[in-house]
Every structure is written in structure tokens, then in C-alpha cells.
Nanobody, 127 residues
Framework: QVLLVESGGGSVQAGGSLRLSCQASGSTFRPSMYHMGWFRQAPGKERDFVAAINWKGDSTVYADSVKGRFTISRDNAKMTVDLQMNSLKPEDTAVYYC??????????????????WGQGTQVTVSS
């Protein structure tokens, strides 16, 4: 069993920055075994991929909409995965979720590849 807890959400004006953090825990969880990702879901919309990072932290992938503005990183010793969000836009407003990838059937952008999810943290960007 894996427990994921996100933090760092809040309200900012367009152009501002936020840093989200995801703390993982679990008696059998070994973060170095798993790729991890961030997703977001706006009201009335599907959950969308934002960013993912491999278990070593040396390979990342981003959604086109956040490329160049967001940076994902991880610290396996602390069992954390962070998402630094710069140059925020109103369209970034959503609940942000971190997740552990437990399947490798398709690719990191697919929601179904992830088996453990946090409760989410709200990010609101005003214009």
C-alpha cells in the first residue's frame, strides 16, 4: 500500500509561481522502483497528464501545455516528487494529483498506467 500526500497548492495571479510537493509513504514502498507523475483535473474535464519522471530522476516528460514552464523533480531518499510551476496561466487552474506508475503497458501520459493516487491539491490562477 502506498500513501501519497500533495501539498503546496494555493491561489496566485497569472505569471506567478507555485511549488507542489508529493510525499510518499508505505511500509513496502520503494520509490526507486517506480516512475511517478503529476496530473491535473479542471472542473468538468478529464484528468490530464502534466509531467512524469523516471525512477532515477534523469528522464522527464511534459505535456506540451506546460513545457518550459513546469519542472518535475524527485528525491528518493526523502520519498518526494515536486512540481515547480512558473509563469502560471489561468488555464493552469485545476486540482493537481501526484501518482505512482504501476503499469508499463503503454506510456507515461496515460492515466491507467498509474495505480496509486494522492488526494489532490487545488491550484487557482487568476488573471
Amino acid at each position: 500500500q502506498v500513501l501519497l500526500v500533495e501539498s503546496g497548492g494555493g491561489s496566485v495571479q497569472a505569471g506567478g509561481s507555485l511549488r507542489l510537493s508529493c510525499q510518499a509513504s508505505g511500509s513496502t514502498f520503494r520509490p526507486s522502483m517506480y516512475h511517478m507523475g503529476w496530473f491535473r483535473q479542471a472542473p468538468g474535464k478529464e484528468r490530464d497528464f502534466v509531467a512524469a519522471i523516471n525512477w532515477k530522476g534523469d528522464s522527464t516528460v511534459y505535456a506540451d501545455s506546460v513545457k518550459g514552464r513546469f519542472t518535475i523533480s524527485r528525491d528518493n531518499a526523502k520519498m518526494t516528487v515536486d512540481l515547480q510551476m512558473n509563469s502560471l496561466k489561468p488555464e493552469d487552474t485545476a486540482v493537481y494529483y501526484c501518482a505512482v506508475r504501476t503499469k508499463y503497458d503503454r506510456n507515461a501520459l496515460v492515466v491507467d498506467e498509474y495505480g496509486f493516487w494522492g488526494q489532490g491539491t487545488q491550484v487557482t490562477v487568476s488573471s
